[in-house]
């Protein structure tokens, strides 16, 4: 997300299939950003473009976007798969009902990305309006309710990146046999030594240590024994 708000340029398209109130919500959403920022922010429905622009950030808002499937493409090669029902994200799940969803990849040349942001609620984008820049670092965001309140983050693997290679084709990595440690010290604790010491603390002869009882004083001896024995003054 670091990536998208610190863009030069940025284009915000709107889903204009989705509800009045949804249409509303994404329009707050993206009036806000454009007025808080330094980048040049244009607001558009998807209904009057054919194309997202090269060379730019597109931030596309809504499930019901006509530009959806371009935006899902950018992080394709990702963990993502996003359902009718539920979008999985690295190993999260997160319901369309009742949630909503940031994901945020890579596209439209060198140092643009394309972002995804999608809700069934209005209340819910008043609140990623105000929430969403505190979580600059992330790739991807899951939030439940109006609140919202967030449940899922992560931050995407580098992939293709010139410093990973992968070996294949290598032997089985051996593996050492289990040998006994050069030096075995008595374990510390000991659960038959613990067991012994409630046993008698809850014994009849100690009759509940109750105070001033004949069993707590009996107990107190027991237990200073076990102090001096432990060399305690």
Request: hydrophobic share 40%.
């Amino acid at each position: 997300l670091s990536g998208v708000f610190g863009s030069k340029e940025i284009l915000v398209v709107l889903p204009s299939k989705a509800s009045k109130e949804l249409f509303e919500g994404y329009g707050r959403l993206a009036k806000n950003w454009q007025s808080s920022g330094e980048a040049l922010v244009r607001i558009v429905p998807d209904s009057e473009i054919e194309v997202l622009p090269e060379g730019s950030t597109a931030l596309v808002l809504g499930w019901e976007n006509k530009f959806f499937g371009e935006a899902v493409k950018s992080i394709s090669g990702y963990p993502a798969v996003f359902g009718a029902e539920a979008t999985e994200l690295e190993n999260s799940t997160i319901p369309r009902a009742g949630h909503s969803v940031v994901a945020v990849g890579k596209g439209g040349g060198a140092g643009a990305f394309r972002a995804f942001i999608a809700s069934d609620s209005p209340a819910a984008l008043d609140g990623l309006t105000r929430k969403l820049p505190h979580y600059h670092k992330y790739s991807w965001l899951g939030f439940s309710g109006d609140e919202p309140a967030n449940i899922a983050k992560g931050r995407w693997p580098a992939i293709g990146s010139p410093l990973t290679k992968f070996f294949g084709g290598l032997s089985e990595r051996g593996k050492t046999p289990k040998r006994k440690p050069l030096a075995a010290p008595p374990p510390v604790y000991s659960k038959e030594r613990m067991a012994r010491t409630v046993q008698f603390l809850s014994s009849e002869d100690c009759e509940g240590r109750g105070v001033c009882g004949v069993g707590i004083i009996l107990a107190a001896k027991v237990i200073e024994e076990e102090f001096r024995a432990l060399g305690l003054s």
